[in-house]
């Protein structure tokens, strides 16, 4: 890659804080990278006018194909199908070397589930598309935690821990971010407490021993409520959570601006923010919307496909 590169963007659910976030930030990813976003001018205008800001000059676009308008702050499947179609053409961009990563923006899930479409969010679309088992990590440097299972309601979490599912997991995570330390949480209180308030901690005290008879780094399982305390951070960087709000409850206490979303484990560069569709704020007046997130997902994907070009 010597220009700099192609970055395909999805601008998520047209009734959130997405296309407010790609109008507003273009100015700076725009020196990083060349981003093509896929949205319908028709739609941006309405945006832009939405939120009296200017469509910048230029700002390469592409329609996604559904049309759609915007209906601030309400999930309706015109947007839920447009911000997959934004996301599947963006994706398929990448496949056909087009562009060089996805950067995407926040959909919306209810609104994809209203629209007839299955998934439970980018991840899980990305898993079937390629056949693959991503793995969702969020963080930043100072912090970054994978979800062992992410999107699932929280009483299947329990019969979802399984040794040679989270041997794979723990070993695919290793090899994909390099880590030399990695916590892998317990799921009961105080890690089961030997059996006392739970079981599953035998599991995973199997999975990480397993996972360190290949590459000996792997700790755990650690008691939920002290590994992200501030001496164990001193320790870990990356924690393996067992379910979504585990991991991502301390995470964006401490660190919601900064952090990003980033699909491990796939055939093309995938990162996201770390952020929902904002609808209570969305198109309002009098209302600051943090820009962070998806400025640092820009950056991560550069420097992934940067990674990879490297050692391709
Ligand atoms: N990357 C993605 O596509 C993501 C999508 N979601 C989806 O978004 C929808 C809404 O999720 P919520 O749980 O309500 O979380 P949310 O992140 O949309 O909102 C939580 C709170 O943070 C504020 N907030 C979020 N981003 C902000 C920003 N950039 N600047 C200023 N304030 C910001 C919101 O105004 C709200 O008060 C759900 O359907 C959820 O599944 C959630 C996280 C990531
Ligand atoms: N909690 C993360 C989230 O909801 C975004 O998931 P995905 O759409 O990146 O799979």
Redesign the pocket.
């Known amino acids: 890659m010597n220009e700099k590169p192609r970055i395909a963007v999805s601008v998520?659910d047209p009734n959130?804080?997405g296309l407010e976030?790609a109008l507003r930030a273009h100015e700076t990813i725009r020196h990083l990278c060349r981003p093509l976003y896929f949205v319908g001018y028709d739609l941006l205008k309405e945006a832009a006018e939405k939120l009296e800001l200017q469509i910048p000059e230029p700002f390469d676009h592409t329609s996604p194909s559904p049309s759609c308008s915007i209906r601030p702050g309400m999930t309706t499947a015109e947007a839920g199908a447009y911000s997959f179609s934004s996301f599947k053409k963006a994706v398929e961009a990448v496949e056909n070397g087009a562009c060089d990563a996805v950067v995407?923006?926040?959909?919306?899930?209810?609104?994809w589930m209203k629209a007839g479409i299955d998934y439970k969010?980018?991840t899980d679309a990305l898993r079937d598309f390629f056949k693959k088992e991503a793995i969702m990590m969020l963080g930043c440097e100072k912090l970054y935690v994978a979800l062992f299972t992410e999107h699932i309601p929280l009483k299947e979490v329990p019969k979802s821990i399984e040794k040679e599912k989270l041997v794979r997991f723990l070993l695919d995570f290793q090899r994909e971010t390099g880590a030399e330390k990695i916590g892998v949480l317990g799921l009961n209180p105080h890690a089961g407490d030997n059996g006392v308030l739970g079981n599953e901690e035998e599991i995973i005290t199997e999975a990480v021993g397993e996972a360190n008879s290949r590459f000996p780094l792997f700790h755990g399982p650690l008691v939920p409520d002290i590994a992200f305390s501030p001496k164990m951070r001193e320790s870990f960087t990356y924690y393996v959570a067992m379910y979504h709000d585990q991991g991502l409850a301390p995470l964006k206490a401490l660190y919601?601006d900064e952090s990003i979303?980033v699909s491990l484990n796939l055939p093309i560069v995938r990162t996201?923010?770390?952020?929902?569709?904002?609808?209570?704020?969305a198109y309002l007046q009098g209302?600051?919307?943090?820009?962070q997130?998806?400025i640092e997902a820009v950056k991560a994907a550069i420097a992934m496909k940067r990674r990879r070009d490297q050692r391709s």
């Open positions: 998520g959130g804080i976030i995407t923006l926040p959909i919306n899930k209810e609104a969010g980018h919601f979303n996201s923010v770390d952020h929902g569709t904002a609808f209570d704020i209302r600051s919307v943090n820009l997130s998806y």
